[in-house]
């Protein structure tokens, strides 16, 4: 699929001297004197190597076609995630520099979506929000304003975010895993 040179936005692939590169970085440059442009920063998929280049409007950009599946979570070992397609039972593996942060968020049977490129795994993505314990968490000072004075908190999973000064230990929540903050208490 073609995509104009200013649609190009962080986390999309695209295919660009004959190899497929994953967007870090993209900022839209409207310089004083001459036409716009979109300044990418691209990380080669095969290579691993990075490149900055300037799109025009008026360029196209081939974007890759990704396939998109249904994966479960099973476990995790040292070096691999393997996740479960739930209608086939097929079992892949995942390394764990693909998945990164979001390794701490997967639990057991969670649902993720996996794309692939010609059959290899590139990314992850996974529910927009999850149910987290609050392992731990400091005591509300008394004085504080209410205007939003939220205190750290320590996640059973080991990351570490802000909450409201109602959340205590052991509560439940519900976290955004694309932003990793706070959405709200579970009753």
Known sequence: MKIQGNEIKPGMI????NDHWTVLKAQHVKPGKGGAFNQVELKSLTKGTKLNERFRSS??????????????????????CFFMDPKTFEQIP???EILGEKLKLLTENLEVTISF??????????????????????????????????????????????????????????????SLEYVKKIN
Not at 14 to 17: L, M, S, V
Not at 60 to 77: G, I, P
């Open 94 to 96: 995942l390394k764990n």
């Open 117 to 178: 490129l010609e059959e290899k795994p590139l990314s992850i993505d996974l529910p927009n929000n999850i149910d987290c314990i609050v392992e731990s968490t400091e005591g509300v000072v008394k004085g504080q304003t209410a205007a939003s004075s939220y205190k750290p908190a320590k996640l059973k999973n080991g990351i570490d975010i802000m909450v409201p000064p109602f959340v205590e230990e052991g509560d439940k929540i519900i976290l955004d895993t694309r």
């Open 14 to 17: 695209i295919e660009f001297n």
């Open 59 to 80: 360029e196209n950009v081939q974007k890759a076609q990704l396939e998109e599946r249904q994966f479960n979570f099973l476990y995790s070992d040292d070096n691999e």
